[in-house]
């Protein structure tokens, strides 16, 4: 399922959804990497609340947009992490870099 | 332990059949009664393993994937992931969290640390040139007992 970005200031959000796999971490990668490009946020928020299932692409994903956001002077935060990822958040040592943001109001994701 | 039931599975080494193989496998295991958890710890470990096959194995080729699952009667599933592809030169480098030979398409190095921390047991087998099988085994839990 394609990701829905939403732009506030400074900042970019990317509403993920569904199953983040190799497969389909391809899409969501080029479509965010174009838009940081053109739109050159200070913030993107990477949401992961509506994400169903994630392997270790989601991870590559999250690293890969982390260093892009800091070649362009800009931060990168990870938010809503449902519990059913958190063990292959904490496996990966994303910890470690504080960007993983938890709790914020719930969102729909529309299709 | 006995093999109380099993299956075999098929398919070609197109990305998009990654979402088919865990979801399949992960079907197939449901009738051991595994807890949620359980199960979306498989779907990543297959995931992972039949990723492999797909990026690294067969490459910028397809070729053909095998899962075979067997179900013991000790509450265990063994999943065997087979490929016909470029094989692994080094197993244990292969397997060090972070080795990965396709950093570009940014691979973490983290597949055979996923499968080993989200299963009870990975072997892997393989030939260069001739191909690779990952088998995985987990217990599952018995939240019920069975009369």
């Known amino acids: ?111 | 332990m006995t093999v109380s039931n099993e299956m075999n599975l098929s398919f070609e080494s197109r990305s998009c059949n990654e979402a088919f193989a865990r979801s399949a496998v992960s079907a197939f295991i449901a009738q051991l009664d595994p807890t949620i958890g359980e199960l979306n710890e498989i779907r990543t470990a297959v995931s992972e393993a039949v990723t492999n096959c797909v990026v690294h194995a067969y490459r910028s080729t397809i070729g053909i994937i095998r899962i075979n699952v067997k179900l013991t009667s000790d509450n265990a599933a063994i999943i065997r992931i087979h490929d016909n592809g470029v094989g692994i030169e080094n197993i244990s480098q292969a397997m060090e969290p972070l080795f990965t030979t396709a950093s570009a398409e940014e691979r973490t190095g983290l597949g055979f640390a996923v499968m080993q921390s989200f299963t009870d047991a990975v072997h892997v087998r393989s030939k260069p040139q001739k191909g690779t099988t990952v088998t995985l085994k987990k217990t599952l839990s018995r939240r019920f007992s069975h009369a």
Do not use: W
């Open chain 1, 1 to 111: 399922m394609n990701p829905k970005f939403s732009f506030d200031d400074n900042s970019m959000k990317v509403q993920l959804c569904g199953e983040i796999d190799h497969h389909t971490a391809k899409t969501i990668r080029e479509m965010t990497d174009q838009l940081i490009q053109q739109k050159r946020p200070k913030e993107l928020r990477l949401d992961f609340s509506q994400v169903s299932f994630m392997d270790s692409s989601g991870i590559g994903l999250i690293m890969g947009r982390y260093r892009i956001m800091s070649l362009y002077g800009g931060y990168l935060k990870v938010v809503r992490v449902p519990e059913g990822l958190e063990k292959m958040m904490i496996l990966s040592g994303l910890g470690s870099l504080n960007i993983i943001e938890r709790r914020e109001e719930p969102h729909d994701c529309q299709q």
